[in-house]
């Protein structure tokens, strides 16, 4: 056999293969167990000849690993220069969406309260004329319990009107000291017009403890008022009357467009109600088992689409419910 020609035939073919796949043939063909030169390797009879074909052997071995490094190399650099994702290419961009004004003003206001230590509890949307009339001490024939006004599923079931009856839920669970808000919804039997809808949303506070003052619940009104509108905010209360609160009070917050100079967002009285306030009537710890001997507390009521259109001066409510996105994107 001649070894040198094999050896060089050999090397041609090493240098010629261009793929992964090619210089495997090309093992195969030189090196494979079945060809020439480990065929001839296993017969050889005298070291000299056995010398020769190992040593051919040997470099031809090393030439196929040292090729086959070179093409595997290649071919992974092209695959990844291939495969390569530009992260720096623009992509079309998302249009993100975000929080309903009312969410935001409702998570604003929780905040402020988990801040001063109360808890935020939930509501019924469906309530029974119990918490919602009865045991807020509305009385028999009270313009709210008629069917003109709320909406009734039945004679003793009906949207809530307002958030109050989570007051009582909340005093039936549990014993004082009682700091929370609930917030939500709350339904009135209202024709849509630029200052009325049907649905809206209110967050109600309720603070019972010994010793709690009328005083306690300026300084929270104050606090929240100055977070919602600005720290320059003054605060002033006004009698008015509640079911369920006495002495009952309506706030009014200095305008944070004219602070208090007169323009037409507070109808050139310089202040702008914001909403209801009491102190607990002691008739509703009687209906809830606490001593009202021993606790006083205060409640307030406030809507917070009312919030919403003071702070941004838009001037029709329905707009909050379109939800047209050029209105709600501005929030
Ligand atoms: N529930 C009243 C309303 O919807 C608002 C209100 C006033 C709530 C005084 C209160 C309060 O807790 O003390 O008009």
């Not at 690993?65 to 650099?77: F, N, Y």
């Not at 509640?242 to 200095?254: C, D, G, K, Q, R």
């Given at each position: 056999m001649d070894v040198e020609a094999l050896e060089r035939a050999a090397l041609t073919a090493v240098a010629a293969a261009a793929s992964s796949d090619e210089i495997e043939a090309v093992r195969v063909e030189y090196?494979?167990?079945?060809?020439?030169l480990p065929l001839a390797l296993r017969e050889v009879r005298d070291a000299e000849t056995g010398r020769t074909l190992n040593d051919a052997k040997r470099r031809i071995e090393a030439a196929v690993g040292e090729r086959a490094d070179e093409l595997e190399r290649a071919e992974l650099d092209r695959r990844l220069a291939e495969e390569r994702?530009?992260?720096?290419l623009p992509v079309r961009a998302y249009a993100r969406g975000r929080l309903h004004l009312i969410t935001q003003i409702r998570r604003e206001v929780e905040d402020v309260f988990l801040g001063l230590g109360y808890r935020v509890v939930d509501g019924r949307e469906v309530e029974s004329t119990h918490y919602n009339f009865d045991g807020l001490n509305f009385?028999?024939?009270?313009?709210?319990?008629s069917h003109l006004a709320s909406l009734f599923l039945d004679e003793q079931t009906?949207?809530?009107?307002?958030?109050?009856?989570s007051q009582i839920r909340t005093m039936e669970g549990r014993q004082p000291p009682v700091y929370i808000v609930s917030l939500g919804r709350v339904y009135r039997r209202d024709t849509p017009d630029a200052t009325h809808v049907p649905i809206f949303h209110q967050v109600e506070g309720l603070a019972v403890d010994e010793g709690i003052t009328l005083a306690d619940l300026k300084g929270t009104l104050d606090f929240l008022l100055r977070k919602l509108f600005g720290e320059q905010r003054r605060t002033e209360f006004r009698t008015h009357y509640f079911p369920?609160?006495?002495p009952s009070i309506e706030a009014y917050v200095s305008c944070h467009v004219c602070d208090g100079a007169g323009c037409p967002v507070c109808r050139h009285s310089g202040w702008i109600e914001v909403g209801g306030a009491g102190m607990v009537d002691p008739k509703l710890f009687e209906f809830v088992g606490y001593d009202p001997e021993r606790y006083t507390g205060f409640a307030f009521g406030w809507g917070l689409e009312r919030i919403a259109m003071l702070r941004?001066?838009?001037?029709?409510?329905r707009e909050l419910w379109r939800n047209d996105l050029r209105f709600t994107r501005q929030f």
């Amino acid at each position: 056999m001649d070894v040198e020609a094999l050896e060089r035939a050999a090397l041609t073919a090493v240098a010629a293969a261009a793929s992964s796949d090619e210089i495997e043939a090309v093992r195969v063909e030189y090196l494979g167990r079945k060809s020439a030169l480990p065929l001839a390797l296993r017969e050889v009879r005298d070291a000299e000849t056995g010398r020769t074909l190992n040593d051919a052997k040997r470099r031809i071995e090393a030439a196929v690993g040292e090729r086959a490094d070179e093409l595997e190399r290649a071919e992974l650099d092209r695959r990844l220069a291939e495969e390569r994702v530009d992260v720096t290419l623009p992509v079309r961009a998302y249009a993100r969406g975000r929080l309903h004004l009312i969410t935001q003003i409702r998570r604003e206001v929780e905040d402020v309260f988990l801040g001063l230590g109360y808890r935020v509890v939930d509501g019924r949307e469906v309530e029974s004329t119990h918490y919602n009339f009865d045991g807020l001490n509305f009385p028999a024939g009270h313009p709210a319990r008629s069917h003109l006004a709320s909406l009734f599923l039945d004679e003793q079931t009906l949207l809530r009107t307002e958030t109050s009856p989570s007051q009582i839920r909340t005093m039936e669970g549990r014993q004082p000291p009682v700091y929370i808000v609930s917030l939500g919804r709350v339904y009135r039997r209202d024709t849509p017009d630029a200052t009325h809808v049907p649905i809206f949303h209110q967050v109600e506070g309720l603070a019972v403890d010994e010793g709690i003052t009328l005083a306690d619940l300026k300084g929270t009104l104050d606090f929240l008022l100055r977070k919602l509108f600005g720290e320059q905010r003054r605060t002033e209360f006004r009698t008015h009357y509640f079911p369920f609160t006495e002495p009952s009070i309506e706030a009014y917050v200095s305008c944070h467009v004219c602070d208090g100079a007169g323009c037409p967002v507070c109808r050139h009285s310089g202040w702008i109600e914001v909403g209801g306030a009491g102190m607990v009537d002691p008739k509703l710890f009687e209906f809830v088992g606490y001593d009202p001997e021993r606790y006083t507390g205060f409640a307030f009521g406030w809507g917070l689409e009312r919030i919403a259109m003071l702070r941004h001066e838009f001037p029709d409510l329905r707009e909050l419910w379109r939800n047209d996105l050029r209105f709600t994107r501005q929030f």
